[in-house]
C-alpha cells in the first residue's frame, strides 16, 4: 500500500509541476457558477490559443509583459473579450464568466448536452439530488477507465470491494463488508434474476462495461425500492436515444501475458454433447460408451489466441424527438491463463491448526466469449404520457481446461529419494449463462402537476447450461525427481443446467400537493413477482476397461481410451434436480416533505414470500418437498439537509432483509470444486437494521468530498460454514446456516478533484464486523481419549475486508487529444471459507491492483486507445493464521512464517489496444 501511493504521489507532484507559472484564469458559466472545459482562449496578437481544463482553468506559460486580448468562444456560450495587462510578477488570476446563447438552435443544443447522462458532471449532480445515499459512475469515466466489465468498474467505488473468478476477472460485488449475497442488482430500476445454478446473486462479469450509461450503487432504500438489500444494489443504467444521430464502433485486440509465457491448451466444446442420455433417450435407458463423445478430451494447445473486442452503438430520435430508438451491442472474446498451487489439508487428532495433505499444482486456461445487445424504444405521446420497451439480452460463454498434478503427502512421499505418489487431474468445462429482461414502461400524468402514474410489465429469464462437463484421473509416479504417467484411474462426465423464469408487475401512484407553502408528494404502490425455477442435474461415472493400460504403451493420449460406464441410468438423484418457486407480492406508502433546507422521504414497506421446492429425486433427505412463507415490515426515513450552497447533511434508516436462494434449502448434496456442499431445508431469511449519516461537498462542477458512517445490524444472518454430519461425523459439508446476530460498522470518504489537466479521484472504507459461531476442537478427555468440543468463537463476516482503498490519477490534455489514467485499488484480507474448526478459517491475503489506460483523440470522431490490466501481477493468496511444525518440511510452507498457505493464483497481465469512432 506505502509503495502504491508513493507512485501515485510522484506522478502528481511531477505532473503539477509541469503546469507551474504564466497567465492563469479559470472560465466559470455565469448562471451556475461551475467551471465550464473545453472552452476555447485565443490570446491576441500573439496567436497563442489554449483550452480550458477539467477544473475551467487555463494558463499561458509565454506572456511578455505588455496588454493582450483574450477572445473566448464556445459552441454553446456567447463568445467574449476581455483585455488584460500583464506585469513583470504577481499577475492576478483572471476569472471570466460566459452565459449562454439565446438562439432557438442553440438553446436545443444546451438541452441535449445538459441531458446528456453519461457525462460526469451529471453523475455528481445525480449523487447530490438523489433522495438516498448513493455513488454514481457516468458512463464517460467507464469509457476512459483500463475496465472492460461492470464487475471491474464497481470496484472503483468506495464501500465496493469484488471477488475475483478462477481467471482473476472481477465477477461478483461485495458492498461495505456484506457479502455477494446481501445485494441485489438491476438495469434500469428493474431487478434481474441470476443464471448462478445455486445462489440469487448476479455475476457482473456478464455485463459488458461499453453498454452502459452510468452504474449507480444504492447504499440505502426508499420504501418504493425493494427490500432485500443489506449491503446495497447495483443498477446499471442502459444506453439510451438522446436529439441527433449517436453513432459509435469500438474494435480492438490485444494479449494476455500467461498466454505469452505458457500457451494456451483448449477442446472441442462443439464436440460436446449438449444433453446427457438420459435426457436423448429416457430414464431408462442404459448408456454405453459409444454415447460420449471424445471431443472433451482432444486437447489441443494453441499457439495464437489473441483477445478481441467490438462494440457498436446506434440511436437517434424521429418525429420532432417524440420517437427515440437505440440499439446498442458488444463482444468481447478473451484467453486467459491462471497458475495454481492448492494444498490438500485437514485437522488431525488435537493439533491446533492444519496439516497439509497433498499439494495440487494447477494451470487454467480459460477462453471467454461475452456478448451483450441492448435496445431500447420510447415513444413521447404528448407531454403527459410517455412509453417505452426496453429489451437487454446477455450471453457469457465460458470454456475452461484445467490441468493438475496433485502430489500426495502419504507414506509414499520421500523428497529426500524424489519419491512420491500422484494423480494426473484434468478437467474441461463449458458453462453458457445467459439472461434476457424485457420491460415495458409507462410514465403519465394523469393530472398535470398533481397526480402521476408508473408501471412496468417485466419477462426475464437467466439461464446456466453446463453440459458435458468432463473429469478425467490418471495415476503417476515420481522416481528420482521425475514424474510419469502410468494408468487411468476414472473419468466422470456431468450435465447441469438451471433455468429462472420471471413474471412481474410494479405499480406506483404519486400525488403533489403544497402544504403549508412545500411541496409534498405522496405515494403508493407495490409489485407482484412469479419466479418459478427448474434446474437438472447427471452424472456418469466411467472406468478404464483395461485398468492396466499404460500410458505412452497401450495409449497416448485421452481419446485412445475405452471405457465402461459404472452407472449406465445416470446419477440424477441429486439436490440440483428439482423444481421451485418463489411468489413475492409487495405493498408501500410512502411520503416525500420539502421543508426550506430539509427534505424527508419516509414510509413503510411490506413485503410477502412463498418460497418453495420439490426435488424429484431424493434420496432419503428430510423434507423432499418443503414450502414457506413469511411477511415482513420494512420500515424507512431518509433525511437530507442542505448546509449551505453545494453542501448537505443525510441520515437514514431503513430495514431490509435476505432471503435465501433456492439450492441453500434444498437438502439435498453435491460435490464441488473442493468441498462437498449441501442445503438446510430450515435457513431462515436474515433481517437487518441499517443506520446511515454522511456529510457531502459538492464544491464545483465533477468535484465532491463526501465522509460517512454506517452501522448494520443483522439477525439471522446466513453463512457458509464447514459442518460435520449430525449422524455420520467424519462427513463434513460445506453449507449454509443462521447465526444469532452480526454487527457490521465502519466509514467512507470519497474525493474527486480535477486541477487544470490533472483529475484525483480517491476513496477509503474502513469497516468492522462480528459473527460468534460455534466451532469444533478436539481434547483429551479424562482417560486419554480424544473427543471434540464445541466451542464458540467470535470472527469478522465471511468475505469482509477491513481496509478498502482506490486511488486513480487522471490526465487530460484537451488540446492535445490525451486522456490518460493509472488506476490502483487495495483490498484488506478478509475471510474466503469458514472452518468447521477453532483458528482454521481461510483468509485471503491483502492485495493490490494496478491498471492503466491511456487514450488519443484525433480528427475530430476517432480515437486510439490502449488498456493494460493486473500491472503488478499480485497473486490471490489464501492462508490459515496459524502454523504447525509437521508442515515445515512440505514443499510451499515456510517454516519461519506462523500461517499455513492454502492456496496461491497468479493471473498475469492483460494488454489492449484499440481504436473508436465517434459521432
Known sequence: MKSLLQIFLCLFLSISAAFAGGIKGHIYDQKTGEPLPGVTILLQPSKQVALSGLDGSFTFKDAPVGHYTLVISHLTFKSLSKEITVVEKDNPQVNIYLSEKSSKNLNEVVVAASGKGSSENNARKLEQKAPIVMNAVSGAAIEVSPDLTVANVIQRVSGVSIERSSNGEGQYAILRGMDKRYNYTLINGVKIPSPDNKYRYVPLDLFPADLLERLEIYKSLTP????????????????????????????????????????????????????????????????????????????????FTPNTVAGLTLGQRFFNNKLGVLLAGSFQNTFRTTTSTFYGHSVDSTDRYAVVTSMNKRQYYEQQQRTGLHG??????????????????????????????????????????????????????RIDQQIYNGTLHGDHKLIPERLKLQWSAVVSSAKNDAPDNTLIDLYGVRTNNVDTRTNVDRASRRWERNTDNDLAGYLDLTYSARIGGSKADFSAGG??????????????????????????KDFNSYTDIIWDVQNPTGAVGNALTYDASEKIAAGYGMAKFKFADLEVIGGVRVEHTNQGYKMYFPQGEPKPVNNQEYTDVLPSLNLKYELAHHQQLRASYFRSINRPGFFEIVPGKIVQEDYTERGYADLKHAVADNFDLRYELFPKAGDQFLVGVFYKTIANPIEYTLQPDATRPMDVYYMPGNFGTAHNYGL????????????????????????????????????????????????PLFGQSEHIANLSMLYKDMKKGWELQLAGAYTGPRINTVSQFVDNDLWQKGFIQMDFSVEKHFLKHWTVYGKANNLLNTPSTIFIKGHNVRNDNMPGQSATSNETLIRKEYYGQTYLLGVRYKL
Open 224 to 303: 418504493n425500492m425493494e427490500g432485500d438489500a443489506v449491503g446495497g444494489a447495483v443498477n446499471m443504467v442502459m444506453k439510451d436515444a438522446t436529439p441527433g444521430l449517436q453513432l459509435n464502433v469500438n474494435l480492438g485486440a490485444g494479449y494476455s501475458q500467461g498466454v505469452l509465457d505458457k500457451g494456451y491448451l483448449g477442446f472441442s466444446p462443439d464436440k460436446a454433447n449438449g444433453l446427457s442420455p438420459y435426457e436423448i433417450h429416457g430414464k431408462d435407458y442404459n448408456a454405453t460408451p459409444a454415447d460420449f463423445n471424445k471431443g472433451t478430451l482432444d486437447y489441443k494447445a494453441k499457439n
Open 376 to 429: 431500447k424504444i420510447d415513444y413521447v405521446i404528448n407531454e403527459n404520457n410517455k412509453i417505452s420497451f426496453y429489451n437487454a439480452y446477455m450471453h457469457l460463454k465460458n470454456l475452461q481446461t484445467r490441468d493438475g498434478i496433485i502430489t500426495s503427502f502419504s507414506s509414499d512421499y520421500k523428497p529426500e529419494q524424489g519419491s512420491a505418489k500422484l494423480t494426473y487431474e484434468t478437467r474441461t468445462r
Open 527 to 552: 409489485l407482484y413477482r412469479d419466479k418459478q425455477r427448474s434446474s437438472f442435474y447427471n452424472n456418469y461415472s466411467l472406468r478404464p476397461s483395461n485398468t492396466q493400460a499404460l500410458y505412452g
Open 748 to 795: 467512507e470518504a470519497d474525493f474527486i478533484h480535477f486541477f487544470s489537466k490533472l483529475g484525483v479521484k480517491a476513496n477509503y472504507t474502513y469497516t468492522h464486523s462480528a459473527i460468534t459461531t460455534l466451532k469444533t476442537k478436539r481434547i483429551r478427555d479424562d482417560k486419554g481419549n480424544q473427543v471434540p468440543v464445541q466451542v464458540e468463537q467470535t470472527r
